[in-house]
Nanobody, 124 residues
Framework: EVQLVESGGDWVQPGGSLRLSCATS????????MNWVRQAPGKGLEWVSG????????DYADSVKGRFTISRDNFKNTLYLQMNSLKPDDTAVYYC?????????????????WGQGTQVTVSS
């Protein structure tokens, strides 16, 4: 059974930091491009960041570039997202999602696998 379980979401004040984790099982994590996507209240899905499977590389949406850092541990089958300098606009449910390549999709169903999400709330 494929599982992606996000954790680490919380309420934080503007300027604060959070680290999200996504523990996976049931598929060959190291072979997939892994993504973080988010959905803010009343808005569509936004691709946030991606990590390539074979050659280390990371990509970020302009809205988070310089503040967020994606990483992966192929031995622990876990994806991470370090989020610094958080802003109220970062408030969203964050999902990790696996894809066969870099697709930056805005429909969760376009990804091969995805988790249930973790809530991040940034407010004072």
């Amino acid at each position: 059974e494929v599982q992606l379980v996000e954790s680490g979401g919380d309420w934080v004040q503007p300027g604060g930091s959070l680290r999200l984790s996504c523990a996976t099982s049931g598929f060959t994590f190291s072979k997939y491009y892994m993504n973080w996507v988010r959905q803010a209240p009343g808005k569509g899905l936004e691709w946030v960041s991606g990590s390539s499977a074979i050659v280390w590389g990371a990509d970020y949406a302009d809205s988070v570039k310089g503040r967020f850092t994606i990483s992966r541990d192929n031995f622990k089958n876990t994806l991470y997202l370090q989020m610094n300098s958080l802003k109220p606009d970062d408030t969203a449910v964050y999902y990790c999602a696996a894809s066969s390549g870099q697709i930056k999709a805005t429909q969760i169903s376009d990804y091969t696998y995805w988790g249930q999400g973790t809530q991040v709330t940034v407010s004072s």
